[in-house]
């Protein structure tokens, strides 16, 4: 068991590029979960999945921001026409299907738009 | 709306002295609450958890949390801090029947020698 890794770890973007991130869940998690973190606040949910489906969106994930978990194993984030408030950090959570939903954190992808 | 609160956005403390920070949370539903912590650059560390049972709840590295439901408050202490606790702890609670976390807005731990 490695743990929750996020590709990559720090993003410069200048505004109006797309980037895209990479979470890779525990191997035996079927949840995972996209959280933003901005500067001074607590984590903000953004979305989660269910394996492959795409079970919940925040109304924080504009048009711009779409998320994909092909064949419920890593998922992606890709945030098209970067603006300087996505600056954030964005972690990515996986949790198995327990009832208490235990969720564990990779270390996060910190994205600068310039 | 569901929300938690974390009132102190900053908590210093003396090496080797007691600690306790706060978090409230608003619910009209069953909850599970964790407390976080989260060092410079990297993700979130779980450092205990309230499910069911047990109000009293200990967790790694000393620390414990205390569920009290008429309060709706689940304070986090630890009764001798290290400079190894400095860092940021979040409060979150997930509501029976949903899958997300609500956090609080955080509270910095800093421990002075």
């Known amino acids: 068991d490695t743990g929750v890794s996020q590709d990559p770890r720090h993003k410069i973007t200048k505004r109006g590029q797309n980037v895209t991130f990479r979470c890779d869940p525990i191997?035996?998690?079927?949840?995972l979960y996209w959280y933003r973190q901005t500067l001074g606040q607590g984590p903000e949910f953004l979305t989660y999945?269910?394996?492959?489906?795409?079970?919940?969106k925040s109304r924080l994930l504009s048009d711009r921001f779409s998320a994909e978990r092909p064949k419920g194993s890593f998922s992606t984030l890709e945030i098209q026409r970067t603006e300087q408030g996505d600056s954030a950090m964005y972690l990515c959570?996986?949790?198995?299907?327990?009832?208490?939903?235990?969720?564990?954190f990779g270390p996060g992808t910190r994205l600068t738009v310039l | 709306a569901q929300s938690v609160t974390q009132l102190d956005s900053q908590v210093p403390v003396f090496e080797e002295a007691p600690v306790e920070l706060r978090c409230n949370y608003s619910?009209?539903?069953?909850?599970?609450l964790f407390w976080y912590v989260q060092y410079p650059n990297q993700g979130l560390q779980l450092l205990l958890k309230?499910?069911?049972?047990?109000?009293l709840v200990k967790g790694i590295n000393g620390f414990e949390a205390e569920f009290n439901k008429s309060q709706t408050s689940f304070h986090l202490r630890k009764p001798s801090v290290h400079i190894s606790d400095t860092a940021e702890y979040f409060c979150?609670?997930?509501?029976?029947?949903?899958?997300?976390?609500?956090f609080g807005t955080g509270t910095r731990l800093k421990v002075l020698a």
């Open positions: 619910s009209s539903v069953s909850v599970y």
């Open positions: 999945f269910q394996n492959e489906a795409q079970l919940e």
């Open positions: 309230y499910l069911s049972g047990s109000t």
């Open positions: 191997s035996e998690h079927n949840r």
């Open positions: 959570a996986s949790s198995s299907g327990l009832v208490y939903n235990e969720q564990f």
């Open positions: 979150a609670v997930s509501l029976s029947g949903t899958y997300k976390y609500i």
